[in-house]
């Protein structure tokens, strides 16, 4: 599994130093929670904030686009420095052409699945897509109770995957702790999204460990 620490729950006033803290623990990516108050009620940050902390960290940074009609903004997350860029299936109005656009700056495309989307929303899309993000929560905030339910849309993925060779990786975003993250790898998910479970907690190398262990 590839561990992806979301930024959301760690401290706003040092996220160079909170980056710094975890980097070197055995995390794989930095995750970004965007989101534009507006798709979702928050607001968090934007390209300028995934700008100063790429030049950072050596890690691949995660950019989860919570925003309606995203298109006007990939560019600027491409330019940023982004290595993988998730846009929401239900917030865009063609959801094709915004994959290309993330495709044709030359990183890795995901497609997020809010808890009430069905998979099959997405199988006309799925060439050129390299990963599909599995929310286990609603979007819009950390710390959420994981919806159980969703094990069965990883696995229906999963077995969708296989069946057809395709080279898509799963992540799982939100609610993710140490009871969680089991069943979420036998499903089939492969890139694992923490913000409480580690940010939020003080000790973090025990927090990435407690994660790991439960592998
Ligand atoms: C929720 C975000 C998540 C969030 C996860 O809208 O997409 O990435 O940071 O936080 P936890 O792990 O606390 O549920
Ligand atoms: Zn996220």
């Known amino acids: 599994?590839?561990?992806?620490?979301?930024?959301?729950?760690?401290?706003?006033?040092?996220?160079?130093?909170?980056?710094?803290?975890?980097?070197?623990?055995?995390?794989?990516?930095?995750h970004?929670?965007?989101?534009?108050?507006?798709y979702v009620p928050n607001i968090t940050f934007g390209a300028n904030v995934v700008a100063a902390l790429k030049k950072e960290t050596t890690l691949d940074?995660?950019?989860h686009l919570m925003v309606k009609e995203p298109d006007h903004l990939i560019p600027s997350f491409l330019s940023a420095g982004a290595d993988m860029i998730s846009v929401h299936a239900e917030a865009c109005r063609h959801?094709?052409?915004t994959i290309q656009l993330v495709k044709d700056g030359g990183v890795k495309a995901g497609i997020a699945l809010n808890p009430a989307t069905?998979?099959?929303?997405?199988?006309?899309?799925?060439?050129?897509?390299?990963?599909?993000?599995?929310?286990t929560v609603?979007?819009?905030?950390?710390?959420?109770?994981?919806?159980?339910?969703m094990l069965q849309k990883i696995r229906e993925v999963k077995s969708f995957i296989d069946a057809g060779k395709l080279k898509i990786d799963i992540e799982v975003d939100g609610g993710i702790n140490k009871l969680t993250l089991p069943p979420c790898l036998k499903a089939g998910a492969s890139i694992i999204v923490a913000g409480s479970?580690?940010?939020?907690?003080?000790?973090?190398?025990?927090?990435?460990?407690?994660?790991?262990r439960a592998d």
């Open 1 to 30: 599994m590839r561990l992806a620490p979301s930024i959301l729950s760690a401290n706003a006033a040092h996220l160079a130093r909170e980056v710094h803290d975890v980097e070197h623990m055995g995390i794989d990516l930095i």
């Open 32 to 38: 970004f929670d965007v989101m534009d108050g507006h």
């Open 61 to 63: 940074i995660d950019v």
């Open 95 to 97: 959801l094709h052409r």
């Open 118 to 135: 069905p998979f099959s929303q997405i199988k006309p899309v799925l060439s050129d897509l390299d990963y599909i993000l599995i929310m």
């Open 138 to 149: 609603d979007p819009g905030f950390g710390g959420q109770t994981f919806i159980n339910s």
């Open 197 to 212: 479970a580690i940010f939020g907690q003080r000790n973090r190398l025990e927090a990435i460990h407690t994660l790991t």
